[in-house]
């Protein structure tokens, strides 16, 4: 199956996001793939976690800047975040580790986020069946 995504996702490396939403609610964010006049659709659910990479970590982060994919997917996970809470007595505790899975290339900046299948054009894929 990874395979499948990735070959999938190789299709639309000359497309770039046109269009972005997140609807937080509903654990969802859809995407706009277009190239000249084609157009793709694209539904990442079941989205637990994102975040936006900053200028500085997305230049140390992409080992090949000049070929940007507008998807690219990680299999095992791209890198590994875990969220520290810390009371008033100065106890922290990790109470949330994310592995985003794939990486949005946008105009300005990059996101990962972590999904659990991804709808192209209406035709739905699972990721989680792939996850270690």
């Known amino acids: 199956m990874p395979d ?14 046109d269009d972005f939403s997140i609807c937080t609610e509903d ?5 706009t793939l277009t190239h000249n006049t084609s157009e793709v659709h694209v539904l990442f659910e079941d ?8 200028e500085e970590l997305q230049t140390v982060s992409i080992s090949n800047p000049q070929h940007i994919k507008p998807i690219s997917y990680y ?7 875990v969220t520290v809470e810390t009371n008033l007595h100065g106890d922290s505790r990790e ?3 994310a592995l985003p899975n794939f990486l949005l290339s946008l105009l300005d900046a ?3 986020l972590e999904a659990e299948s991804i709808e192209v054009d209406g035709v739905k894929y699972s990721i989680k069946d792939t996850r270690h």
């Open 4 to 17: 499948k995504i990735h070959n999938l996702l190789d299709q639309f490396s000359e497309h770039t996001i």
């Open 95 to 97: 109470s949330r580790v």
């Open 110 to 112: 990059s996101m990962m």
């Open 27 to 31: 654990k969802q964010i859809r995407l």
């Open 47 to 54: 989205v637990e976690t994102y975040l936006f990479l900053d």
């Open 75 to 81: 299999k095992n996970g791209y890198g590994e975040f």
